[in-house]
């Protein structure tokens, strides 16, 4: 028989919408959350049933917590995974992973050292659509790649920025436009068309926010290790949240995966007809679980997966900052 797994979730601005995920799958269940704010605790119980505690060293410490379901601050995030691994908790992380690399490196050493998973929830990559582009990329429906593009262009305030205390910060956002809004799609582009081989040049700035120290729009060109080439365009000085996605294409098909329905285009229909789901899971927690269970093999966005939009991110301001091209990896 199946075991119910108990769910542990920190933060509950967007953790609260993830413990709504978590209510929906038959052998998991939020068990506690941990806040420092009254209100989104009381809320959070209300919906869950579940327990609560303001110190989250006590909720990893809970028998009924085997998954620790981490959705803070980014820069926050490799601390208090570590934590839970020393626990001998299961780990999920929010995206970004972190804010550096070494702090990436460090939770998925302290994982690999406890001999329990790490995975980063870019949900983008369980949706549907990203699975159908997925599939169409595994059974090379689209024929050799040859242009992958990663775009947002969205809207935020300076009080969006202001509240809170810490987006648009280097230490806890890890960047602007790029490291909070874009870094789904910088993971889907670099999940669809392969290894990066190097990012020839890069574009980061403020054009339109008072009291950050990070881009409200960033730009960048990049050179796959397959031969395709790319691009990212991120921003949050854009009218209105106008669109994000992925536009793929290769010599024999193409997707525009932007907000709204997406455009499927290839030279024989009959491919169309092919599209499936690459994978059955519906989320992280879901493959998680799946993973424990042994229903799976793999976790979708493993630590070493969730360090690679890290990765390309860093290699983007780097380029930025120094003028010339960055060889990955770094």
């Excluded at 001998?88 to 970004?96: D, F, Q, S, T």
């Excluded at 205390?165 to 230490?171: A, F, L, S």
């Excluded at 007809?273 to 899971?281: D, F, S, T, V």
Aim: hydrophobic fraction near 40%; glycine fraction near 10%.
């Amino acid at each position: 028989m199946s075991k119910t797994y108990g769910v542990g979730i920190i933060g509950l601005g967007m953790g609260h919408e993830c413990g709504k995920w978590v209510r929906e799958l038959p052998n998991a269940k939020v068990t506690c959350v941990c806040d420092v704010d009254d209100a989104k605790i009381k809320r959070s119980v209300e919906e869950f049933g579940c327990a609560a505690t303001k110190s989250y060293d006590e909720m990893i410490a809970r028998n009924d917590v085997d998954i620790a379901y981490i959705v803070t601050p980014s820069g926050t995030h490799a601390d208090l995974g570590i934590k839970a691994a020393n626990t001998g908790k299961h780990v999920c992380l929010a995206k970004p992973m972190d804010v550096t690399l070494e702090k990436c490196d460090a939770v998925i050493e302290a994982c690999r050292k406890n001999g329990v998973l790490l995975s980063v929830d870019f949900n983008g990559r369980f949706g549907d659509l990203m699975q159908k582009v997925r599939y169409a990329v595994d059974n090379n429906l689209f024929g050799k790649l040859i242009l992958g593009e990663a775009r947002l262009k969205w809207y935020r305030s300076n009080q969006y920025y202001a509240a809170g205390g810490w987006r648009g910060t280097w230490k806890m956002d890890g960047g602007g436009s790029l490291a909070n809004q874009t870094i789904h799609q910088i993971d889907q582009l670099q999940w669809l068309m392969g290894p990066i081989d190097c990012v020839t040049a890069a574009e980061v700035g403020i054009f339109a926010h008072e009291g950050i120290e990070t881009e409200d729009l960033g730009m960048a060109l990049l050179r796959f290790k397959n031969g395709a080439v790319g691009s990212i365009l991120g921003t949050t000085t854009f009218t209105k949240d106008q669109y994000s996605g992925v536009e793929i294409h290769g010599a024999e098909g193409a997707v525009i995966a932007m907000r709204g329905d997406p455009t499927w285009l290839f030279h024989d229909e009959t491919r169309l007809q092919k599209l499936q789901r690459a994978h059955p899971w519906k989320g992280a927690i879901e493959n998680m679980v799946a993973v424990l269970e042994g229903q799976a093999k793999t976790l979708v966005c493993d630590g070493i997966e969730g360090r690679k939009s890290i990765e390309v991110l860093t290699a983007v301001y780097r380029s930025a900052k120094e003028r010339r091209e960055i060889k990955l990896p770094l």
